[in-house]
């Protein structure tokens, strides 16, 4: 698949992500979440490639702002966006905002290793060390990171919460890789993992099953409205992947760990209208 087709599929994307949210969500919180989060990730994006020279993006993404192209602060807060309506489907139960933070945070890191691993062999971006299937650790975890605090923030009732997620995600985001990276990543998990980082997905969809199943066994399950544009943007990876590891079975297995949870989650069955009253 070429970048121009690419970037022209993820900017569709964009719009249909974005008109599927809003007929469950008003057109006036959506878009203030949504630009406020595109913002707010392109600070931490922006500063993290200035700070650490960690990752780069390929020249041949169009509209760069700095050194970040930008359709991906674009396409970011959906995904963020997306996770929140997944663990409050999934799990309505959680009220301290903390926990709700951290199960969006583990969302976003789970889909941030499929992007991440799919990208990277595509060449939309390099990593300057490698990890599982060329793509750190740290740097999945790193939108988890981001996702996080701003799920955090997000969930505050403060008039001015947008205006503070400018400042407080990032800054999180650095809090949390700094003290990650001299906690951990500085001294292990800098090598190519092989075999063990495959396993050690494959394990993670496992227990991702496992409790996914655990919550569709209490009844709860995902709205196909919310489903469907998750699965609008998997499957541009699924295209993606098919063009530049189709008999890599690494990366299919992967992939595996990753779909299976989000379809055994999925309901299928057409949501019933709120009765008339």
Same mark, same amino acid.
């Given at each position: 698949?070429?970048?121009?087709?690419?970037?022209?599929?993820?900017?569709?994307? #964009?719009?249909?992500?974005?008109?599927?949210?809003?007929?469950?969500?008003?057109?006036?919180?959506?878009?203030?979440?949504?630009?406020?989060?595109?913002?707010?990730?392109?600070?931490?994006?922006?500063?993290? #490639?200035?700070?650490? @020279?960690?990752?780069?993006?390929?020249?041949?993404?169009?509209?760069?702002?700095?050194?970040?192209?930008?359709?991906?602060?674009?396409?970011?807060?959906?995904?963020?966006?997306?996770?929140?309506?997944?663990?409050?489907?999934?799990?309505?139960?959680?009220?301290?905002?903390?926990?709700?933070?951290?199960?969006?945070?583990?969302?976003?890191?789970?889909?941030?290793?499929?992007?991440?691993?799919?990208?990277?062999?595509?060449?939309?971006?390099?990593?300057?060390?490698?990890?599982?299937?060329?793509?750190?650790?740290?740097?999945?975890?790193?939108?988890?990171?981001?996702?996080?605090?701003?799920?955090?923030?997000?969930?505050?009732?403060?008039?001015?919460?947008?205006?503070?997620?400018?400042?407080?995600?990032?800054?999180?985001?650095?809090?949390?890789?700094?003290?990650?990276?001299?906690?951990?990543?500085?001294?292990?998990?800098?090598?190519?993992?092989?075999?063990?980082?495959?396993?050690?997905?494959?394990?993670?969809?496992?227990?991702?099953?496992?409790?996914?199943?655990?919550?569709?066994?209490?009844?709860?399950?995902?709205?196909?409205?919310?489903?469907?544009?998750?699965? #609008?943007?998997?499957?541009?990876?699924?295209?993606?992947?098919?063009?530049?590891?189709? @008999?890599?079975?690494?990366?299919?297995? @992967?992939?595996?760990? #990753?779909?299976? $949870?989000?379809?055994?989650?999925?309901?299928?069955? $057409?949501?019933?209208?709120?009765?008339?009253?």
């Amino acid at each position: 698949m070429s970048f121009p087709v690419f970037q022209a599929a993820c900017a569709v994307i #964009i719009v249909l992500t974005l008109a599927a949210m809003a007929r469950r969500v008003p057109w006036g919180t959506l878009l203030r979440d949504y630009f406020a989060l595109a913002l707010a990730g392109y600070l931490g994006e922006q500063s993290c #490639i200035v700070l650490y @020279h960690y990752y780069r993006y390929s020249t041949a993404w169009s509209l760069r702002v700095g050194d970040v192209p930008l359709l991906v602060p674009l396409i970011w807060p959906l995904v963020v966006m997306s996770a929140r309506s997944v663990a409050a489907a999934l799990w309505p139960g959680i009220r301290d905002e903390v926990q709700r933070a951290v199960v969006v945070a583990a969302i976003v890191a789970f889909d941030a290793s499929l992007v991440e691993v799919v990208a990277v062999r595509a060449g939309l971006w390099s990593w300057a060390e490698p990890g599982h299937l060329g793509v750190p650790v740290i740097g999945i975890l790193g939108w988890g990171y981001f996702a996080g605090a701003a799920d955090y923030v997000l969930g505050q009732t403060h008039r001015l919460r947008h205006l503070l997620l400018l400042a407080f995600a990032p800054l999180v985001t650095h809090l949390l890789l700094v003290g990650s990276w001299w906690a951990l990543f500085r001294h292990s998990l800098r090598a190519d993992l092989g075999k063990s980082g495959l396993d050690t997905m494959l394990a993670l969809g496992m227990l991702a099953f496992a409790l996914v199943l655990r919550a569709r066994r209490r009844g709860h399950t995902i709205p196909f409205a919310v489903a469907l544009p998750r699965m #609008i943007a998997a499957s541009l990876f699924v295209v993606l992947l098919v063009t530049v590891a189709a @008999h890599d079975s690494r990366y299919w297995l @992967h992939t595996c760990a #990753i779909a299976l $949870p989000y379809l055994l989650a999925t309901s299928f069955r $057409p949501e019933r209208p709120l009765p008339s009253r």
